[in-house]
T-cell receptor, first 115, second 113 residues
Framework: KQEVTQIPAALSVPEGENLVLNCSFT??????LQWFRQDPGKGLTSLLL?????REQTSGRLNASLDKSSGRSTLYIAASQPGDSATYLC??????????????FGSGTQLTVLP | SQTIHQWPATLVQPVGSPLSLECTVE??????LYWYRQAAGRGLQLLFY??????ISSEVPQNLSASRPQDRQFILSSKKLLLSDSGFYLC????????????FGAGTRLSVL
């Protein structure tokens, strides 16, 4: 069964700290991996997409890495701010995910950045 | 630009009542469409997806059904709601050809009492 796991489930850090969120997946035959942000009671916003041939992607203070061989991805957030507080979801598009390229989601890491 | 609309934003329904949630996409043609459910303390679960009008695939057997009567309209329904149907329902779309990134609606919070 293709699964996606995120650790930790919750994380609380002081403002300004650099932090890393972890995502692991069970099958290395992936098409791509995405990181999303979800604010409470809201929909998902795509942050970064890493294609299977890429090792990392950067957007502002965010950097996502991908290691297919070990089945891991990390989301690095530099100089965290209270506005970064949200749930961060990792999702994998497996190669054999069908014609609609379904995503398999992790259960998320709830991040709280304390002012 | 493309936009996705989902309504209603919140819904409180008694057990046994019917359900209809609607999702529409603007600014694109022949999108892939998805319905997800996010239960409390759990991750997103794909319920249904559609690659075209009238084409529905179900990922999880359940009390719900989906329909796509028009190219950019996706409807989630139930004839009789159960308590376990409570959750946060999200609609999403992706480009029908590339399909790399999924774009999500704002979600519907459903409480079945």
């Amino acid at each position: 069964k293709q699964e996606v796991t995120q650790i930790p489930a919750a994380l609380s850090v002081p403002e300004g700290e650099n932090l890393v969120l972890n995502c692991s997946f069970t099958d290395s035959a992936i098409y791509n991996l995405q990181w999303f942000r979800q604010d409470p009671g809201k929909g998902l916003t795509s942050l970064l997409l890493i294609q299977s041939s890429q090792r990392e992607q950067t957007s502002g203070r965010l950097n996502a890495s991908l290691d297919k061989s070990s089945g891991r991805s990390t989301l690095y957030i530099a100089a965290s701010q209270p506005g970064d507080s949200a749930t961060y979801l990792c999702a994998v598009q497996y190669l054999f995910s069908g014609s609609a390229r379904q995503l398999t989601f992790g259960s998320g890491t709830q991040l709280t950045v304390l002012p | 630009s493309q936009t996705i609309h989902q309504w209603p934003a919140t819904l409180v329904q008694p057990v046994g009542s019917p359900l209809s949630l609607e999702c529409t996409v603007e600014g694109t043609s022949n999108p892939n469409l998805y319905w997800y459910r996010q239960a409390a303390g759990r991750g997103l679960q794909l319920l249904f997806y559609s690659v075209g009008i009238g084409q529905i695939s179900s990922e999880v057997p359940q009390n719900l059904s989906a329909s796509r009567p028009q190219d950019r309209q996706f409807i989630l329904s139930s004839k009789k709601l159960l308590l376990s149907d409570s959750g946060f329902y999200l609609c999403a779309w992706s480009d029908g050809l590339a399909g790399l990134i999924q774009y999500f609606g704002a979600g519907t919070r459903l409480s079945v009492l």
